[in-house]
């Protein structure tokens, strides 16, 4: 059973877990038709593999140290930094500590962007991208 997003105008936690880091899962937080806040919780050492958003999203690193790989490089993100990703930019990211980002996504909706999902999953050794 899916857990309950929050709604308008509820008050949602953000704050970093600290001790209780390990062994907390990734999370939706909130999902309109137009937005959608995920708080994703990354092992030390856990990847994220490639992908793209069809809009704008925001990756706010809330605690931990995560690497964020682009063609132009290696962002290092640590807690308090924010990064704004243009449109269908291709990214990965790879968590150096155990971390917790908060990732913004703009919706078409209720998905993210017109073809659904949460953009575009390079399989490696496919023709086509995989949905996430």
């Known amino acids: 059973m899916a857990l309950p997003h929050a709604t ?3 008050l949602i936690n953000v704050a970093p877990l600290g001790d209780q880091l390990e062994g907390t899962v990734s999370t939706s937080l909130i999902k309109t038709d137009r937005l959608q806040l995920l708080h994703l919780v990354l092992a030390e050492n856990q990847d994220q593999p490639q992908h ?3 809009d704008e999203c925001t990756i ?3 605690e931990g140290v995560v690497e964020l790989v682009t063609g132009a490089g290696v962002r290092r993100m640590t807690a308090g930094s924010i990064v704004v990703l243009p449109a269908k930019q291709q990214h990965a990211l790879r968590a150096r500590t155990a971390a917790a980002v908060l990732v913004t996504l703009l919706l078409h909706g209720g998905d993210a962007g017109d073809q659904g999902g949460a953009g575009h999953r390079d399989a490696p050794g496919k023709d086509s991208p ?3």
């Open 8 to 10: 308008h105008m509820d």
């Open 60 to 62: 706010h690193c809330l």
């Open 52 to 54: 793209h958003v069809d």
């Open 130 to 132: 995989a949905r996430a």
